[in-house]
């Protein structure tokens, strides 16, 4: 452990220790005291304001993986942040200390196969904040790439801009879909993910977006951002829109993901974007009968700068879906509320201790 | 000529004979009486509402051509309708009397290689509205096929409803060009044409629109409308939008061209829509060596429902574009008024004579 | 029953009467006499050459059904044909009596979403060869709307016509997967259609194809066509291919898909050819991380052409597809042949009688 | 100038210095001696075998730019190249010494917007062999990045390895036209890019591949190579050809683009190839009519293992494209011949002597 200032353009004010909260085993999350971070030649230092809780976070905390990925060592967990930059390294251009930023958090290697191909998400060596071995953004100060470190306009607050990653999430999905103005488009699933691909999917232009879901409460956000609703409970979601041209399917849901595929006309797209089980029966002779198109998304490449864009524009709401906000001491609390609050959407802590917004 | 009632549902009330606009030669516009035509068994009888006066119909008015299509004999301008479905054939299903429609212009032959590919907009047999030898809706009462007869909802103004034909013209080239959201879209001439595909591109989550012309008069339209602008009798539009997603050229200048093709990024595209010299000068090293994708549109194909739906979600401004009305008996007035009036954008002629909307 | 004969161009000396083997119940085949059909106004009057036994042929002899499809009157099966224009309607213009034709057996409707759209494969209302209730061409002449009646060129055997069905579909599905130069392209299935798959996959200059069966005999075929091969008894594919840019399913084996799909590359496209199972399970998770897309086909578009160019440039081998030939009184023997010949590739009927060839 | 031998594994016995035919001035191209380059950690050292003459190599030669590339300071000409892999840095994995390989001559940054995009041929920082101020191959030793270091199969000559870069060319223009079987391909200029384009649209199962140019010798050899041939200078290629699905243009002639493009069907694309003038006039009234999508190619992205497969199978002739042999020590005379010979198509120059190959 260092006990060195970080160096770097800005960096003579900066403290050489900072707070953050990390995860030892499932349910333990402890406050400790680590170094602030150097930036490399071409990273920024970020202090960090705003950090939205993703449900993989959630998962990590109850069951310590994820599918391959394993929590063999404390990790700091988070995400979806934004921050302000505070110094920078010695090749850095991008961005200059003061800079208002939201931070996308894998940097791909650059070099490989995919990379090269410019599908950058799929990158086996991509370095992917609070993805085991890598700290994410639970703390005071993390460094970054300066790629990936997006300047946003005065008009988005921190917490807007912390949720820029699950937009570019929504924006990719809907790239995927290539919806266009006058299509019809079912999002199955209105928890933060399905609430954002609505929007975008209204952006875009979609004449008709329909959302379905179990909670009375998510059906009434998704109404209030322009949505008709179903509750999957009531009606079968083929009884309002039988012909969508697009399915963006975002509960991972066995149930939602055959249900949704019957509801999309021939030559239709279908992105699954929730996850859930890994092999679920799946209507395979609909997809033939009518031709559909099925893929996944994997996070998104390329998506944050429109993210930022849509956002800035006011076409979409982000702060409207923040429920609850707790200090970097409470990142454990913010993690079970995540969970165990039915009306919360998104939670978000606050490194800088900003909890009153 | 027939002297017999039309026939058909709802036919029981109609007059025999009705009032045309037709061109004689080039500057000759008679108001002549003609017979209400008979709809066929799949088509529907339209009394026409409006109709938008389009630089072909002045072309034709002032020229008696358009490269190979010549007026040969007597022609009834108008193409940009809207009207209400007052008589149907016995096998229509689509439309009803009394039914608001936008009618679609343009009926193909449905057999060729062009329509079975899906691309009717190409087929080389299509009848449309005021291209020689078929007359157009500068008339009281027109027949169309069903399946062209787009019915409007009530918050669509009849004259909104007539505009949906240049709305689909600019749906089909922002279709082509792919626009996403936070992308930068030029589109040079701010006639009405651009200003209605500055607002599709907008509707389609573009971040950036720059309009560019020679009138002050259309670039305050265009700021109006969301663009940023540039006067190119001042600028440079390089020095405003260097780099371009997609050019969509309206204006139709050889030299908008050129200077537009400079402005696009690699890989970006560029949509031909204005029509203008048939074998200007292009920059071909430009495109070349940034590999841009260039093509050009010709009319639209399965455009109406998204310019509808666009138009219905108040997304799109089309009643704001209108400069002018004119009764049927004013038709050659509309013409004139169209090419004459340096501040008109849609010059509108109502054979339902409701003048003063 | 008409007694008078058929007319138009070429007719006069045609029989008025023709043999037709008709399924009558599950396991119920029996020749029958039946008037030759008139030829409509855009129809071709073929006499029959030869009939490639299809796997839906089969099923609808031993079942009686297909999913929704259901035998409710007599059916003539057969529906990958070739023969010969005997005479056609008023206004034929695409063939003449003596034109060798292959016969595209489904003719769209033309005018419903679909159709316009481009996917006549998908129009519900097709009326297609041997699915109830529309006869097919287990007979001596049938009529055929002439767009769908193609001529071929004298290098390809009334056989190989036959067989221009079967390649349609493999053309459409390497179309589907845009199979090109240098890819890796796995085929799982190597009945027919695998085996039309592989070779339209080196047709369109695929630098590795391997093909994946239990059959030895079938792999033996496969390898002389040019693939590699994997007896998936012996051998994971994954184990030979782990990276396939492509996966063509022709099996329609839920193990099949579920294997194959393990083996394919990031972004790479997975198009399922063959029937089985409505809902089998799907590695969704596999889909999602390498952002996969998977389709289906259901029969083909526009693909006939591009079929008998490729057969008759002497790329694709179909005569050497065919295992056994019967006449046409010999129906019911060659679809239980089909069936239970293990070394059964291609089993032809011929109505004309040369079952020597 | 260094005088330590080159490192890394297997340089122990290479020698210190090299020769190099270098140009100074238009017209002015020494042999000098030079020392052999050391490779960096992730580059090979290759020994140059053959060496293929380009226009742009004759460009420079005569004129001493092309385009905003001037040659400024001593240049070495060449970059259609292969070689022997002698050395590699110590992070080298893909290759090691012994390898064949076909040297891809662009490497790009990796970094900037284009690079991550996937469009690596884009890189406005790319350093590519033989474009100021980046020596290229005609010379002993080269150094190039592993990742364009591709090994060849024994099967393919140096002198085929060297013309994977011309086939790279046809490679990336026919994937740009997605030629696709049974398509109809124009492509214009019979050199040696042109008899490349049309081998790769034939690979790609092209049913009709029309080529034209103005020398009877290279029409026949475009024959042998299976196309049909059309000399401008008696026949216009519209008499042949009227419905191409896709133009390939090799010439860079104004007239042939404009002529060329009128022979291309209505949503037929048109690749312009070929470097000529500037800003030629294009048809864009037909462009617009017939909706055609047109693009230029800059070199080529991910193309190399594709053109190596394709050459592999055996499917592409390049040995029977050479047709005169240089020693280094006559690379004046190779850049001279080239442009002197009427029949020359490919002249090969050969750093390691085999001139009687």
Known sequence: MTDVRPSGRGAHTLPRTQQAAVLHAPGDVRLEERPVPEPGPREALVRVAAVGVCGSDVHYYEHGRIADFVVEAPLVLGHESSGVVVAVGSEVTRVRPGDRVAMEPGVPCGQCAQCRAGRYNLCPDVRFFATPPIDGTFAEYVVLHEAFTHPVPDTLS??????IEPLSVAVW???????EPGMSVLVSGAG???LLCLQVARA??????????????????ARRLGAETVNVREREPSSVIADAD????CSGSAEAIATGIRCVAPAGAVVLVGMGEPTPPLPV???????????GTFRYAHAYPAAIALAASGTIELDGLVTARYGLADAEAALLASRRDPTALKVIVRPDGRTME
């Open 173 to 179: 999905a809907n790239r995927k879909a290539r919806v």
């Open 204 to 221: 875009r232009g979609a004449a008709r977006v329909v959302a379905t879901d179990v909670s009375e409460h998510r059906l009434a956000v």
């Open 246 to 249: 697009v399915l963006l399917e």
């Open 192 to 194: 933060p993910i399905g």
């Open 285 to 295: 002779g609909a997809i033939q009968q009518n031709e559909l198109w099925v893929t």
């Open 158 to 163: 921190d917490e807007a801009a912390a949720l």
